[in-house]
């Protein structure tokens, strides 16, 4: 069985058009006698308007969350019926959604009594974008001819309690997609399950978090032993920048399993952090793929790529950071003072991106302003604490970064013109990393890209998509 696990974001599914295309990349992969299982998120956008639907009804505003869930229920219904016409699909598909929707309703005009929403009825409330777009998938896929079957993901992803980012269980999950996705796959059908949702082992509904639905995909092709994951978005891969900022922005053809995941945590926005873990653990490659442009090869990532002869693959920029500065002139290097000082940020769930230590003091980077303030209070209690915000992370990814001589100077000669406030280098043999402010790292990452991707490896990057662009602006 040549099972591929393909996942479609949000712009693949946002609308009839983008389903249709959805439906033709799938109904292609069938062709070549692919065994595909679907994961879906949200139309584009409502995962966020459910979050507003939600605010309004926990502060009593049931009229104003009701109409947030009545002009859903209409851009489900409308999409829906474009898509299906059959007289028996049709009816079926509108009676679920209306469904799914009149049980939305009771649940707002519920939390507008009680006016508190909790982590549990949140992750309730956002779980029906996932919920009803892999419904109206399903029955587009049979529509066009595709034998699909919606499963709900619940059914498949079992997670802790840990309401909004709950931990998968790989065990259960790995058992559950035996039980419940093989069956449909090896009578000829196409799963088509939401991203992003589960549930405990109560069966409340859980989220794995923002973004994932990639999660979601990887988890299935990796307790599937999958041949390949797809994650399908609105890009042609990863790109050697944000080409927003970049236009000469190069596509990175492959990449490793590391440096995919430096890129996640450190910025990059076509993939979710968590994404790729369970297929590095299970080894099986991952494809960034766009969706609007099916016959571009996008980007592989792999456990082990080759050997590029340009330094860097790609670089990413983390924004909204603040950096903590802990001063404490006779303590720092007492015994156990490091672990206290750690103590409170893990009291806090607040997240270290980078570190640097001093003979007296030890700056951090956060990306959680949220808790600033008493984390504060509490590191006040250990030292003299100060923090600046507004700062960017920049981070560089290639392979061996820390062998190459004379890398460092090359990329600080190229940002001389800004101000670098911390470094961080040798930690990883595949990133370097330094912070800015906010308003300089635009300026950073162009002038980077400019000084490393002048001469680009074809083998590694799609070195023909740049010289076809310079012929079509007459450079």
């Known amino acids: 069985m040549n099972l591929v696990v393909m996942k479609f974001g949000g712009t693949s599914v946002e609308d009839p058009a983008a389903i249709g295309r959805t439906a033709a990349i799938v109904a292609g992969r069938v062709a070549m006698g692919k065994s595909p299982v679907v994961v879906v998120s949200a139309m584009a956008k409502v995962t966020d308007q459910l979050l507003c639907a939600a605010a309004a009804a926990s502060q009593g505003d049931r009229t104003g969350a009701l109409a947030i869930s009545s002009r859903l229920r209409s851009r489900h219904r409308d ?50 974008g996932e919920r009803i777009s892999s419904h109206i ?55 088509v399950m939401g991203g992003f949702i589960g549930s405990n082992a109560a069966g409340l509904t859980t989220t794995l978090g923002r973004g994932g639905s990639d999660y979601t995909g990887a ?53 979710h952090p968590a994404t790729i873990l369970p297929a590095v653990r299970k080894s099986v490659p991952v494809m960034v793929l766009n969706s609007r442009n ?26 909204k950071l603040t950096i903590i500065d802990i001063v404490a002139s006779r303590m720092l290097m007492t015994h156990g003072y490091m672990s206290k000082m750690f103590a409170i940020f893990d009291k806090h769930k607040c997240p270290v991106d980078m570190v640097s230590t001093s003979e007296v003091s030890v700056s951090l980077t956060v990306d959680s302003n949220a808790s600033l303030p008493e984390l504060s209070a509490d590191l006040s209690s250990l030292a003299d604490v100060t923090y600046e915000g507004k700062k960017a992370l920049v981070c560089m990814v290639g392979e061996d970064i820390r062998g190459q001589n004379g ?10 013109h800004i101000n670098v406030r911390m470094i961080s280098q040798g930690a990883s043999e595949i990133n370097m990393s330094f912070m800015i402010d906010e308003d300089d790292a635009d300026e950073a990452v162009r002038s980077l890209h400019a000084a490393f991707f002048r001469d680009p490896d074809p083998a590694v990057f799609d070195v023909e998509a740049r010289k076809q662009l310079s012929v079509i602006s007459g450079q």
């Not at 999409?79 to 309703?105: E, H, N, R, Y």
């Not at 009771?106 to 929403?117: F, Q």
């Not at 307790?223 to 190069?250: F, H, Q, S």
């Not at 890398?407 to 001389?416: D, G, K, P």
Request: hydrophobic share 50%; aromatic share 4%.
């Open 79 to 128: 999409t829906a019926a474009c898509l299906v016409k059959s007289a028996d699909g049709g009816p079926t598909l509108m009676q679920i959604i209306d469904d799914k929707f009149a049980g939305l309703d009771e649940i707002l005009r519920g939390l507008a009594a009680i006016r508190e929403l909790t982590p549990r009825i949140s992750d309730l409330i956002v779980s029906h």
């Open 137 to 191: 998938v399903a029955a587009a896929f049979r529509e066009c001819g595709l034998d699909a079957a919606h499963l709900d993901a619940r059914e498949v992803i079992i997670t802790d309690s840990e309401f909004q980012k709950a931990a998968p269980l790989d065990d259960l999950i790995e058992k559950k997609a035996q039980e419940n996705v093989l069956p449909l796959l090896r009578a000829g059908k196409v799963p």
């Open 219 to 271: 988890l299935v092709g990796g307790a599937l032993n999958a041949e390949t994951i797809e994650i399908w978005t609105d890009v042609d891969g990863i790109m050697t920048a944000d080409p927003r900022v970049c236009p000469d922005a190069l596509r990175v053809k492959v990449i490793s399993f590391e440096e995919a995941a430096e890129l996640a945590y450190f910025g990059a926005k076509v993939l």
């Open 294 to 319: 099916a016959a571009n090869e996008g980007t592989r990532i792999m456990s082990t790529a080759p050997h590029c002869r340009s330094p860097f693959k790609s670089i990413a920029v983390k924004k």
């Open 407 to 416: 890398i460092a100077a090359q990329v600080f000669a190229a940002i001389r």
